[in-house]
């Protein structure tokens, strides 16, 4: 069974940049892949999502031009860089894989299969 493995978090001070990674074992990353966050006594929210061969990118609108999705098949691993972070970006932030054929950012994401164990991002002064 295809495993997730989030990391990167951390505390980042505002303005700051992070890099998560994605990476897969089991099996080779032919997914594409979410990334998703969850603040405290919020629901969570998709954040971005980049299509199996990377060739397409989505973005939620609180994060467009700060983050980048991006991923290396060889390595199988999706990494989600993050800059000019802001206190509001705090969150557990998930990968996720999508087995269906469906564009990524057209599915809800009680759709994806497989789930990471989520990484801390505290952005805080």
């Known amino acids: 069974q295809l495993q997730l493995v989030e990391s990167g978090g951390g505390l980042v001070q505002p303005g700051g940049s992070l890099r998560l990674s994605c990476a897969a074992s089991g099996y080779t990353l032919n997914y594409a892949i979410g990334w998703f966050r969850q603040a405290p006594g919020k629901e969570r929210e998709a954040v971005s999502c980049i299509s199996r061969s990377g060739g397409n990118a989505y973005y939620t609108d609180s994060v467009k031009g700060r983050f980048t999705v991006s991923r290396d098949n060889a390595k199988n691993t999706v990494y989600l860089q993050m800059n000019s972070l802001k206190p509001e970006d705090t969150a557990v932030y998930y990968c996720?894989?999508?087995?269906?054929?469906?564009?990524?950012?057209?599915?809800?994401?009680?759709?994806?299969?497989?789930w990471g164990q989520g990484t801390q991002v505290t952005v805080s002064s």
């Open positions: 996720a894989a999508l087995s269906s054929g469906y564009v990524c950012a057209d599915v809800e994401m009680d759709e994806y299969d497989y």
